[in-house]
């Protein structure tokens, strides 16, 4: 099982092979304290994701942005959603991180599409440009995308992403999205599930973003319904711990 030690950890030692178990954290209540449920997964089949984005992005001007967009499989926002899952995949989810080229160029995701990102440390919803909330290429590098960029799409939960250039002259940014596709059973078994949450057995927790906090309200599958499990406080606060 991958021990993610930073936020600089490759992606790649971050990513999982068969047989092995994922959790994921996903917000119930965000009025006041954030609680989660979680779903466990084993996983049955990793395959590989690469897909590189240069001459298809815009070039962009600098302290601009772009607009929020999809991943299209022809460009930025262009063509079909290539992280879209669609109804009849509910136990399929992708895994990846993101590559950035210039190291200037920052990246601003939204998870799901729409989501106003607010930071770890503020209750401001974050702007494109601002120094909250974002990947670039010094912290995620083209060649080597890195957990910091860690993200986790499923059925039902859409990504967009937003760049800025905070260089000094207009640059046509390149992308790398570097991961894997996973086909994944429920693990229900409460005595196994125990054994996770307090790492006798491993187990991969990601929250939706990575190893940030995610503050949305978003959906799951209908099949995940009956499979989700409510942890107490102390144990997700002893879980977010070990993300951080």
Same mark, same amino acid.
């Given at each position: 099982?991958?021990?993610?030690?930073?936020?600089? $950890?490759?992606? %790649?030692?971050?990513?999982?092979?068969?047989?092995?178990?994922?959790?994921?954290?996903?917000?119930?209540?965000?009025?006041?304290?954030?609680?989660?449920?979680?779903?466990?997964?084993? =996983?049955?089949?990793?395959?590989?994701?690469?897909?590189?984005?240069?001459?298809?992005?815009?070039?962009?001007?600098?302290?601009?942005?772009?607009?929020?967009?999809?991943?299209?499989?022809?460009?930025?926002?262009?063509?079909?959603?290539?992280?879209?899952?669609?109804?009849?995949?509910?136990?399929?989810?992708?895994?990846?991180?993101?590559?950035?080229?210039?190291?200037?160029?920052?990246?601003?995701?939204?998870?799901?599409?729409?989501? =106003?990102?607010? !930071?770890?440390?503020?209750? $401001? #919803?974050?702007?494109?440009?601002?120094?909250? /909330?974002?990947?670039?290429?010094?912290?995620?590098?083209?060649?080597?995308?890195?957990?910091?960029?860690?993200?986790?799409?499923?059925?039902?939960?859409?990504?967009? =992403?937003?760049?800025?250039? /905070?260089? #000094?002259?207009?640059?046509?940014?390149?992308?790398?999205?570097?991961?894997?596709?996973?086909?994944?059973?429920? =693990?229900?078994? @409460?005595?196994?599930?125990?054994?996770?949450? !307090?790492?006798?057995?491993?187990? @991969?927790?990601?929250?939706?973003?990575?190893?940030?906090?995610?503050?949305? %309200?978003? !959906?799951?599958?209908?099949?995940?319904?009956?499979?989700?499990?409510?942890?107490?406080? !102390?144990?997700?606060?002893?879980?977010?711990?070990?993300?951080?």
């Amino acid at each position: 099982m991958p021990e993610v030690r930073s936020l600089y $950890t490759p992606i %790649s030692e971050a990513l999982l092979f068969e047989n092995q178990n994922l959790s994921i954290l996903v917000p119930k209540d965000i009025k006041k304290t954030i609680s989660y449920k979680a779903y466990f997964f084993r =996983i049955t089949r990793a395959s590989p994701i690469l897909k590189v984005y240069s001459q298809e992005l815009p070039t962009i001007n600098p302290g601009n942005p772009t607009p929020f967009g999809y991943i299209g499989d022809i460009g930025f926002s262009v063509g079909n959603d290539i992280f879209e899952i669609t109804d009849e995949f509910p136990f399929r989810m992708y895994h990846f991180g993101i590559g950035i080229m210039p190291g200037y160029i920052k990246v601003y995701r939204q998870i799901p599409a729409g989501n =106003i990102v607010m !930071s770890w440390v503020r209750r $401001t #919803p974050t702007v494109v440009g601002e120094e909250f /909330d974002y990947i670039d290429g010094y912290n995620s590098p083209f060649d080597n995308p890195t957990v910091v960029s860690e993200t986790l799409i499923y059925r039902k939960l859409s990504f967009n =992403i937003a760049l800025f250039n /905070d260089g #000094p002259i207009p640059v046509r940014p390149s992308l790398k999205f570097l991961g894997k596709s996973y086909e994944v059973i429920p =693990i229900t078994e @409460r005595v196994l599930i125990e054994k996770m949450v !307090s790492g006798i057995i491993p187990c @991969r927790f990601v929250t939706l973003n990575g190893t940030g906090i995610q503050v949305a %309200s978003v !959906s799951v599958p209908d099949e995940w319904e009956t499979v989700g499990i409510d942890l107490s406080k !102390s144990q997700i606060e002893d879980i977010l711990k070990r993300l951080r």
